[in-house]
């Protein structure tokens, strides 16, 4: 089975950054595609930014681009998302996720077949 564990999670003043990143066990770590979604208190899940398996493709909610970049390095199992120009309105816990068959729709949170514990973002004002 796959285990994901998010990290990079904190406090930050508004405009300010962060990198999370998501460390991925097993050895097929370069075959999943992967994704950041987000969850505030008393809201739903929602898709953040995903990442083909190659890295070749890219994909990014409207409410963060520009402003969020997603990335990966293979040789280490990792995912990051750089978060630049925070928002309070990105207060929310963080989920890494992964999908190992392919054919999914990116945004999709029911696509994805493994999922972190999730860290903690908050941005203060």
């Known amino acids: 089975q796959v285990q994901l564990v998010e990290s990079g999670g904190g406090l930050v003043q508004a405009g300010g950054s962060l990198r999370l990143s998501c460390a991925a066990s097993?050895?097929?770590?370069?075959?999943?595609?992967m994704a950041w979604f987000r969850q505030a208190p008393g809201k739903e899940r929602e898709f953040v930014a995903a990442?083909?398996?190659?890295?070749?493709?890219?994909y990014y909610a409207d409410s963060v681009k520009g402003r969020f970049a997603i990335s990966r390095d293979n040789a280490n199992n990792t995912v990051y998302l750089q978060m630049n120009s925070l928002k309070p309105e990105d207060t929310a816990v963080y989920y890494c996720?992964?999908?190992?068959?392919?054919?999914?729709?990116?945004?999709?949170?029911?696509?994805?077949?493994?999922w972190g514990q999730g860290t903690q973002v908050t941005v203060s004002s």
């Open positions: 996720a992964a999908d190992r068959q392919g054919g999914l729709v990116w945004h999709r949170a029911t696509d994805y077949d493994y």
């Open positions: 097993g050895r097929s770590f370069s075959n999943y595609s």
């Open positions: 990442i083909s398996w190659s890295g070749g493709k890219t």
